[in-house]
């Protein structure tokens, strides 16, 4: 990070006080070394042949979990290296010799309710090893749900279970897909489904779940009038065969070798082609139920399509509605959502166990209660009530010095994931603007530039925040391999009203009106009307009337004026907006920048919707943009068919060059995601890493955190 940031602001002398104190506690346990090794035929256990009376059964199972109480104080945030590691068999982690399940669930299987552990495993079931040590069972884990979402939005992040998944190292790792093999070209992937996982009812996960989400929902043209783009290359939709019944192949028009990754993303395709039950989802679609015994159903559950009510049945994550539709996941929930309080209990048939042995997850109900707003969930967290909650719900980093002053009271500490940069204020410019002088104007870089280093963003820093944030550009993730903090995304980020002079006179904005503000070159009075978007970030506004002041200083007359988010969004999208202000994001992290819509100039780009529309649709509406617009997207396809991680990085640093000679948007400044991101962890919950591959927690395999008592 440049010398200049390097002061610590209150904020980080908050959590450097935290880290510092609760770094005395005693060390950690360590993470369990391998089981005798095992072949994969032998990672099952042995058949019922030597199996216990029932009674005699569930004690053992009970006493076979011998994780320990923890007695040393958990590790603050950052205070710790990830430890967990994610296997793809038992023979991968070394072998085990027997699983184990949690206590009620051996009581069900001794009374003949629930078939034995080894009928509900996989043949190699996932295998973790925790970040701390092996768990053990049972507990009710608190969190909350915001407002009017259905669930709680954090906890549907840790119910995702993907055909691919980043590890907790970041890596692109077997999910529920147990291995793929690409041909030669990029253009054909085989994937191999991991045999013997189960929904949550019991039935089968097999190839014909994969079918029936693309046959009768993706080319369903009543469920999916446009199929998503990352289905697509070349502007054709893939196709998908069933090879045997674990086995299916994507076919591509061209090289894809990235779609393993967006597979395993938070975002589409990932969690649709594992969360569509056919047995279970077929009942509602026309294709296997006459259409008036759906009707039926459609009517006594109140809808008058069945396209919305086939949709309400299969919904999932924090939108979800339908308690009985079946998952991978390892929590099922209970009730029909929106409850004030919302409970989940464990999944019999989860597909995943600790290197012990033990079956996921050690925590067996899940109970989210519902606050209305900041403030409600802020007096929670400060008594203790919650064990799981994100800053954001808590009003952000604004609060974090009352959080840090409450953790002993509150018994609680912080722990952080990983995010692409929040840029508050970005500045956007109307490229299409009817007014040819502006167009002109705007169109013109050196113009963006000038206009860039009249900002004094150290200032707006003092003035408008009190930490978190750093002056720069627009950036992508910080450290390898983007390096957002690099001097690239300093870009044209000095204070230097001497130099934006100087710009502005050589670019012919010489002559001045009566209060000495700069005329536009056709002599004619120039005022720079800026839209600020009062929804993301709030401060918009502000933010604004403090670069007005900055942009006066050198000679250019602009005006503020506030708008509603909606609004903004509309008349932005529209080419109403003269100059515009809203936050934005530059991707990297867990998202990757390919699906970031400002750095690929993707459909309804801010910086200028009406360019990515041309590109969007051929030419056919939208305006031309400039040929460093059309690289970018050009760039994109190669990434998107390139199997070499470094070439990949090398192509996307181009991207970020264009961006940054070109400044189509000027940035003010940044947050650290390492602040913007923190989680309020209760300390009775342990095998929660320090810090996480992403904000989410999928990757970090949650059904491994137990709680500690």
């Known amino acids: 990070m440049l010398a200049r940031h390097k002061q610590l602001t209150l904020l980080n002398l908050l959590v450097v006080l935290v880290m510092l104190l609760s770094a005395c506690g005693a060390p950690i346990a360590p993470a369990p070394e391998g089981q005798p090794a095992a072949t994969t035929e032998q990672a099952a256990p042995a058949a019922a042949a030597t199996e216990p009376p029932a009674a005699e059964a569930a004690s053992t199972a009970a006493e076979a979990v011998t994780g320990p109480i923890l007695m040393d104080k958990p590790a603050d945030v950052q205070e710790r290296p990830v430890s967990m590691v994610v296997f793809n068999s038992p023979a991968e982690a070394g072998g085990i010799a027997e699983y184990h399940e949690a206590p009620e669930l051996a009581a069900l299987v001794a009374k003949g309710e629930l078939p034995p552990l080894e009928e509900r495993l996989p043949i190699n079931p996932v295998v973790v090893q925790p970040d701390e040590t092996i768990g053990k069972y049972g507990g009710t884990l608190h969190m909350t749900i915001f407002g009017d979402y259905s669930q709680a939005v954090e906890f549907a992040y840790w119910q995702y279970e993907l055909l691919t998944v980043p590890s907790p190292q970041g890596e692109i790792i077997p999910g529920v897909a147990e291995g793929w093999e690409w041909n030669g070209d990029y253009t054909e992937l085989t994937l191999n489904l991991r045999k013997g996982i189960r929904w949550s009812d019991g039935e089968p996960y097999t190839a014909d779940d994969i079918m029936f989400w693309w046959d009768d929902v993706v080319l369903n043209e009543e469920l999916t009038p446009t199929p998503h783009g990352l289905l697509k290359r070349n502007g054709e939709l893939a196709t998908l065969a069933k090879i045997d019944d674990f086995t299916v ?9 990235l779609f393993t990754t967006y597979m395993g993303s938070w975002g589409f395709p990932g969690r649709q082609p594992t969360s569509m039950p056919k047995h279970y989802l077929s009942q509602f679609h026309p294709n296997y139920t006459a259409m008036a015994d759906i009707e039926a159903m459609m009517k006594e559950d109140g809808f008058d399509t069945w396209v919305d009510f086939f949709l309400s049945k299969s919904k999932v994550g924090y939108e979800a509605t339908n308690p009985d539709l079946p998952t991978l996941s390892a929590w099922i929930l209970n009730e029909q959502p929106p409850q004030p309080v919302q409970t989940y209990r464990r999944n019999p048939y989860y597909w995943k166990v600790d290197t012990a042995g033990n079956q996921l997850p050690y925590i067996g109900e899940i109970r ?4 209305a707003e900041e403030e409600a ?3 929670k967290t400060l008594a203790g ?5 994100g800053i954001g719900w808590l009003g952000g980093p604004k609060n974090l010095a009352i959080l840090t002053e409450n953790m002993e009271k509150g018994d609680f500490r912080f722990t952080s994931g990983n995010w692409m940069p929040n840029a508050y204020g970005n500045i956007m410019f109307n490229y299409t603007s009817g007014d040819e002088t502006k167009r002109e104007l705007y169109n013109n870089k050196d113009f963006r530039r000038a206009l860039s280093v009249a900002i004094n963003r150290e200032e707006i820093v003092k003035l408008q925040y009190k930490g978190g944030v750093f002056p720069s550009q627009i950036a992508p993730a910080r450290g390898e391999p983007y390096n957002g903090e690099s001097e690239l995304f300093q870009s044209w980020a000095q ?6 002079n100087k710009m502005l006179d050589e670019i012919g904005l010489t002559e001045r009106d009566k209060d ?5 070159p056709n002599g004619q009075d120039l005022l720079l009307i800026i839209s600020a978007n009062t929804s993301w970030p709030a401060e918009t506004p502000e933010l604004m009337e403090l670069v007005r002041g900055y942009w006066a200083a050198v000679g250019i007359n602009a005006t503020v004026a506030p708008e509603e988010g909606t609004l903004w969004g509309t008349r932005h999208n529209n080419g109403e907006h003269d100059v515009s202000a809203r936050g934005g994001h530059f991707g990297g992290g867990p998202v990757h920048p390919t699906l970031n819509g400002n750095t690929f100039a993707l459909g309804g780009w801010q910086w200028s919707p009406e360019w990515a529309k041309w590109m969007d649709t051929k030419g056919e509406q939208g305006v031309e943009p400039p040929d ?3 690289r970018i997207r050009e760039i994109r396809d190669l990434v998107m068919g390139e199997p070499d991680e470094a070439k990949r990085v090398e192509l996307l640093m181009e991207v970020f060059t264009i961006h940054m000679d070109n400044l189509w948007s000027i940035g003010l400044v940044v947050d650290n995601p390492r602040f913007g991101q923190l989680q309020v962890v209760k300390n009775r919950v342990r095998n929660v890493a320090t810090f996480a591959f992403s904000a989410e927690w999928y990757p970090m395999v949650p059904p491994t955190f137990f709680i500690n008592e």
């Open 249 to 257: 192949q994507f076919t591509f028009a061209a090289p894809y070798a």
């Open 368 to 371: 989210t209660t519902r606050t």
């Open 377 to 379: 969930t802020l007096l």
């Open 385 to 389: 009530e919650l064990d799981w909650v």
């Open 495 to 500: 204070y230097d009203p001497e130099l934006s």
């Open 516 to 520: 000495g503000f700069r005329k536009a």
């Open 628 to 630: 460093d617009v059309k």
